[in-house]
T-cell receptor, first 117, second 109 residues
Framework: GAVVSQHPSRVICKSGTSVKIECRSL??????MFWYRQFPKQSLMLMATSNEGSKATYEQGVEKDKFLINHASLTLSTLTVTSAHPEDSSFYIC?????????????FGDGTRLSIL | DAKTTQPPSMDCAEGRAANLPCNHS???????VYWYRQIHSQGPQYIIHGLKNNETNEMASLIITEDRKSSTLILPHATLRDTAVYYC??????????FGAGTRLFVKA
């Protein structure tokens, strides 16, 4: 079945560091991928839609200069948290679906737990 | 945009069927209902989806009412590992998956 791989699974770094998270679709192509953030005991919040070959679309309230998204190929999207601070500590999750088939579900990565000290 | 409402939590005895309801009264004629679950500290997992007919796979069954305003996810023999948050979702614009609070299912021994 369709698999989405996310790397790294966990990151611990100092405040001010920029952190890059990768999301790959392993056996299908995806022109669109999605990035979510989840705080403890809360639901997933959609941050942005990553579009292959064009700019990402950010949800209201999400800083595009803070969360840089690059979707350079049909199987890879990256999220870079720039100059991360403790309030950016969260669980980040990506998703993608097989667009060549109609009405396919989203497949999610295993998430990246980001801890900023 | 279609929205869904689910009870915040439910309990189920191990080995019994877990029936999780979802209301989606504003769903339009060509919008699918998708169910996902999230086990603690993991990414969401796809379970099942449907349009108007009942669906069954190796994980669960999905019963959709004839007017399509509600559906029920059925886990036929719940196990402790089915303890998770279950999300019923009608994608926005046909593809954007927005998560609500979901139903927290506790399967008890």
């Amino acid at each position: 079945g369709a698999v989405v791989s996310q790397h790294p699974s966990r990151v611990i770094c100092k405040s001010g560091t920029s952190v890059k998270i990768e999301c790959r679709s392993l056996d299908f192509q995806a022109t669109t991928m999605f990035w979510y953030r989840q705080f403890p005991k809360q639901s997933l919040m959609l941050m942005a839609t990553s579009n292959e070959g064009s700019k990402a679309t950010y949800e209201q309230g999400v800083e595009k200069d803070k969360f840089l998204i690059n979707h350079a190929s049909l199987t890879l999207s990256t999220l870079t948290v720039t100059s991360a601070h403790p309030e950016d500590s969260s669980f980040y999750i990506c998703s993608a679906r097989e667009e060549q088939k109609r009405n396919q579900p989203q497949h999610f990565g295993d998430g990246t737990r980001l801890s900023i000290l | 945009d279609a929205k869904t409402t689910q009870p915040p939590s439910m309990d189920c005895a191990e080995g019994r069927a877990a029936n999780l309801p979802c209301n989606h009264s504003t769903i339009s004629g060509n919008e699918y209902v998708y169910w996902y679950r999230q086990i603690h500290s993991q990414g969401p997992q796809y379970i099942i989806h449907g349009l108007k007919n009942n669906e069954t796979n190796e994980m669960a069954s999905l019963i959709i009412t004839e007017d399509r305003k509600s559906s029920t996810l059925i886990l036929p023999h719940a196990t402790l590992r089915d303890t998770a948050v279950y999300y019923c979702i009608v994608p926005t614009g046909g593809f954007k998956t927005i998560f609500g609070a979901g139903t927290r299912l506790f399967v008890k021994a």
